[in-house]
């Protein structure tokens, strides 16, 4: 079947010329706009002004081609596909495999790619599978300090010496630079201690490049998101006020230059310090800063492309100090408290105090230091002891009497209507036992119940029960 529609350079040339039709463009601009001679320009005119835009559709656009195979023998070939080289999944051939397979067994020869459209068209074959997309290497960065690579490592890196650790790592994306620091855990006092360290030697970066953990970045909940607010976590507030850009990475391989670069620290730093048998964080980090770092820059750090250092200048030390804290929002209670962590903080009145119920921010140092901040300004405070907890109410037990049935007996019960051959005792039998004695002298001689008793057995001599 031939092409009727038009190519999409077809098109782009008809509403070109459509444009020197209205006069806008002459055909030389015309040429220039379509990136062809003025020669061919003025044929294509030519045709445009026989036949409009249906006029530029190349002439053989949906005929066969000249170097087609016959149909007699491509229904040959496809016939044997089918026979021999077809199946399931598991046990088709492929269109490379086949087509060596008709060479060497049919002697028949055709192209792998021409087998794989026939093969395509009759539904022997299926498109390529889903291979993993193609990951090519993100160029660095041009500048110092464009973007810094931050993340850590869980590693032995005191072999035996010491228990697991993790070592917060910062990498130049343009010239491989290293900052490290060794803790505990990938926290967000780690993270601020290596940044910090950063921000003393180089100055500000621009941006940092994370991973999707919740030290550095967070998905939004249901509802932020239906708020629209953006998650903002702690270390991340701190960048915000250093105007650091974090930037989290959807895989490890794309901040493949710090995750190397653990590599390469979990083989040298550990027998660097396995030689001087450091066991402690306090010696590994004297070591990294005294000797490790300048040695381990100096041999693999290298010049940026550009020379230009994008650094920013680095704030003062009592600047720094107030940006790396913990902050939370709490409220003011009626009391003047404020409660945070289950401690209990009594603020102290001043002549500006907000009211009540005012939001006031809690502010925490990594060495335990607490201060409280209304509108940018400390407060003065003292922490309390917790109000003792209200004793639990005593339990009230109730005498209540027992509860009376009021269920009563239907006329028909066997108790009410006794069977036919005690018809004669029944009546005595129960007024016998419904009779109560009168008085106490009565309940002493025990008429009442002593001839019921003798009612009873009486009765069941005579067979009536």
């Given at each position: ?6 190519s999409?350079?077809e098109?782009?040339?008809?509403g ?10 002459r055909?030389?601009d ?8 003025y ?13 409009g ?5 190349h ?9 087609a195979?016959?149909a007699?023998e ?5 016939k044997?596909v ?13 269109p ?8 060497s067994e049919?002697?028949?020869?055709v192209?792998?790619?021409?087998l794989r ?15 993993k997309?193609h ?5 660095r960065r041009?500048?110092f300090?464009?973007l810094v690579?931050?993340d ?17 790592n910062?990498?130049d ?6 900052e490290?620091?060794?803790?505990d855990?990938?926290t967000?006092?780690a993270?601020v201690?290596v940044?910090r ?5 180089y ?11 919740n030290?550095?970045a967070?998905?939004?909940?249901e ?5 629209g607010?953006?998650?903002v976590t702690q ?13 989290p990475?959807?895989?490890p391989?794309?901040?493949g230059?710090v995750e190397r670069?653990?590599?390469?620290h979990?083989?040298?730093?550990i ?9 402690t964080?306090?010696?590994a ?5 005294e ?7 100096e ?10 250092d ?8 009592r ?11 709490r409220?003011?209670?009626?009391d ?10 009594q603020l102290?009145r001043?002549?500006d105090y ?6 006031v921010?809690v502010?925490?140092w ?5 201060e409280?901040?209304?509108?940018g300004?400390?407060r003065?405070?003292r ?14 037990l109730?005498?209540k ?9 239907a006329a028909?019960?066997p108790?009410?209507r006794?069977?036919?051959g005690s018809?004669a ?8 036992l419904?009779?109560r ?14 001839q ?12 009536h029960?």
């Amino acid at each position: 079947m031939r092409r009727t529609a038009l190519s999409k350079r077809e098109l782009r040339r008809g509403g070109v010329l459509a444009r020197v039709k209205s006069g806008e463009l002459r055909l030389k601009d015309a040429a220039a706009v379509l990136r062809i001679s003025y020669r061919q320009a003025k044929r294509l005119w030519k045709r445009y002004q026989a036949g409009g835009t249906a006029a530029l559709k190349h002439g053989n656009a949906g005929g066969k081609s000249n170097r087609a195979r016959p149909a007699k023998e491509r229904k040959k070939i496809l016939k044997l596909v089918r026979e021999k080289y077809s199946g399931d999944q598991q046990t088709r051939f492929g269109p490379t495999l086949a087509a060596e397979h008709l060479a060497s067994e049919d002697q028949l020869q055709v192209h792998p790619e021409t087998l794989r459209r026939w093969m395509l068209a009759e539904g022997l074959w299926s498109k390529a599978r889903n291979r993993k997309p193609h990951r090519k290497r993100r160029e660095r960065r041009a500048h110092f300090g464009e973007l810094v690579q931050l993340d850590g490592s869980f590693h032995q890196w005191y072999q035996k010496r010491g228990p697991q650790a993790c070592l917060m790592n910062m990498v130049d994306d343009a010239t491989s630079t290293v900052e490290a620091h060794l803790g505990d855990e990938e926290t967000i006092w780690a993270a601020v201690h290596v940044l910090r360290q950063w921000i003393q030697k180089y100055g500000m970066p621009l941006a940092l490049y994370t991973d999707w953990k919740n030290v550095y970045a967070r998905e939004p909940t249901e509802k932020e998101l239906l708020h629209g607010r953006v998650p903002v976590t702690q270390f991340g507030r701190m960048c915000q006020k250093l105007d650091i850009r974090i930037i989290p990475a959807n895989s490890p391989e794309a901040k493949g230059r710090v995750e190397r670069s653990h590599g390469t620290h979990q083989d040298r730093l550990i027998k660097k310090m396995g030689r001087h048998n450091l066991g402690t964080h306090k010696e590994a980090n004297r070591f990294l800063q005294e000797q490790y770092l300048d040695e381990h820059n100096e041999r693999f750090a290298r010049p940026p492309a550009e020379p230009e250092d994008y650094h920013r200048k680095a704030p003062g030390a009592r600047e720094l100090e107030q940006v790396f804290c913990l902050e939370t929002e709490r409220s003011i209670s009626n009391d003047w408290v404020v409660r945070y962590e289950n401690r209990y903080f009594q603020l102290e009145r001043s002549s500006d105090y907000p009211p009540r119920q005012a939001q006031v921010t809690v502010c925490e140092w990594e060495d335990g230091r607490i201060e409280i901040r209304y509108q940018g300004k400390a407060r003065p405070h003292r922490e309390i002891a917790a109000p003792a907890p209200k004793p639990p109410r005593p339990m009230r037990l109730v005498e209540k009497p027992p509860r009376r049935s009021h269920w009563k007996p239907a006329a028909n019960h066997p108790w009410r209507r006794p069977e036919a051959g005690s018809a004669a005792a029944g009546p005595c039998l129960r007024s016998a036992l419904n009779a109560r004695p009168s008085g106490r002298a009565g309940l002493r001689s025990g008429s009442g119940p002593q001839q019921g008793k003798e009612l009873l057995t009486k009765g069941k001599e005579r067979g009536h029960f």
